[in-house]
């Protein structure tokens, strides 16, 4: 859901899914995509630092640290 920061979205089957962000978080982005469907980009944490992320096709939200 909107929160009035900026959200990676993905666009499938004429529909889009706002992907969220972490837990705290006000922004993400995406910057690619493989063929499983996982989704590679960054999000923002409750403290406001850049994280490195994965969305899997079931839109879970993986932080890489």
Known sequence: ??????HAF???DDEL???????GGKES???AINRHGQIAG???NSA???RAVVW????WLLDLF
């Open 1 to 6: 859901a909107a929160t009035g920061g900026i």
């Open 29 to 31: 982005m995406a910057f």
């Open 56 to 59: 899997t096709k079931r839109c």
């Open 48 to 50: 406001g630092k850049q």
């Open 17 to 23: 899914t706002d992907l969220g962000t972490l837990p």
């Open 10 to 12: 993905r666009w499938q």
């Open 42 to 44: 960054r999000s923002t």
